[in-house]
């Protein structure tokens, strides 16, 4: 196949130079020996390597393109139902208070931060004069904030009472990773990453809530405790606060890179 040479060449020019670069890195020799048995795994070592020792830089450059606020409409709402006047065979009348919260801004979305380069892999290295490139990282956002509104009401014996409201706040902190995908394209004798796309993915085990407020003044409704509102605020559709954080990430990710150069 006349396309077979240069690639076979491509690759090999590219095995000496990722070699040669990492030597220059001072990566340790156990690692290169290891990499330089499969050619992907040499180019993947070298990704990762110019990742984290990016890492700083790239994560300044995220908090300058994530915006602090994101707007975002999520909401929740919790009932509690006691007996409020037992009767000697049942009750006589039941009450319920009913709880909702709403958060309209999301803060501090701009302190996400890539924690940790874990590895990369070569999609596709058989395209001349490209490789593509797949490269799985550690990401944490330790302090979201979330503002808005709570309202509470009382339904006794089938009548409701007025409805109460005031603030409330969230503080959570998120953990996921991501796959940013790639690829490495010869540029002025070099090689040099770009990046195309990010995907990030948060489990519900790696959203944890710190700290939750709801400001309703004293307001206490047959014992009910902040339970309560703890209830309404994990209720909370956690995804939609993720979704927004993660639509946000895949532009600004791929943006801090490119304010970097990342060649070999």
Same mark, same amino acid.
């Given at each position: 196949?006349?396309?077979? #040479? ?15 670069? @990492? ?13 330089? &048995? ?6 993947? @070592? ?6 984290? +020792? ?38 006589? $009348? ?8 709403? !958060? ?5 979305? /701009?302190?996400? @931060? ?5 590895? #990369?892999?070569?999609?596709? %290295? ?9 490269? !799985? ?15 509470? /009401?009382?339904?006794?014996?089938? +009548? ?10 969230? +503080? ?14 010869? &540029? %002025?004798? +070099?090689? $040099? ?12 085990? %790696? ?5 939750? &407020?709801?400001? @309703?003044? %004293? ?44 060649? !070999?």
């Amino acid at each position: 196949a006349p396309d077979a #040479a240069p690639s076979s060449v491509a690759s090999a020019a590219v095995r000496d130079r990722a070699e040669a670069w @990492l030597r220059e890195q001072g990566v340790p020799r156990i690692a290169r020996v290891a990499a330089d &048995e499969d050619p992907n795994a040499l180019v993947g @070592l070298v990704v990762v390597t110019m990742l984290r +020792k990016h890492q700083d830089t790239v994560n300044n450059h995220i908090q300058d393109s994530i915006p602090d606020v994101i707007p975002v409409v999520y909401s929740s709402s919790n009932n509690d139902t006691k007996c409020c006047i037992p009767s000697f065979w049942s009750c006589w $009348c039941h009450c319920t208070a009913y709880g909702h919260t709403e !958060f309209t801004n999301l803060t501090n979305a /701009s302190h996400l @931060l890539i924690t940790e380069v874990v590895n #990369a892999s070569v999609t596709d %290295g058989k395209t001349y004069g490209r490789i593509g490139l797949s490269i !799985f990282v550690n990401l944490t956002a330790p302090d979201l904030y979330g503002t808005g509104v709570a309202r509470g /009401s009382l339904e006794a014996c089938g +009548k409701q009472s007025p409805s109460i409201s005031g603030g409330a706040s969230i +503080k959570v902190a998120v953990q996921g990773t991501a796959r940013l995908d790639g690829r490495l394209l010869a &540029e %002025g004798g +070099k090689m $040099c990453f770009h990046c195309d796309s990010v995907r990030l993915s948060v489990p519900a085990s %790696g959203v944890r809530f710190l700290r939750n &407020e709801i400001r @309703l003044g %004293g307001w206490k409704i047959f014992d009910l405790t902040s339970s309560f509102w703890d209830r309404a605020v994990h209720n909370l559709p956690v995804q939609r606060v993720v979704d927004r954080l993660t639509a946000a990430a895949d532009t600004a990710i791929p943006a801090a890179l490119s304010k970097e150069q990342m060649c !070999f």
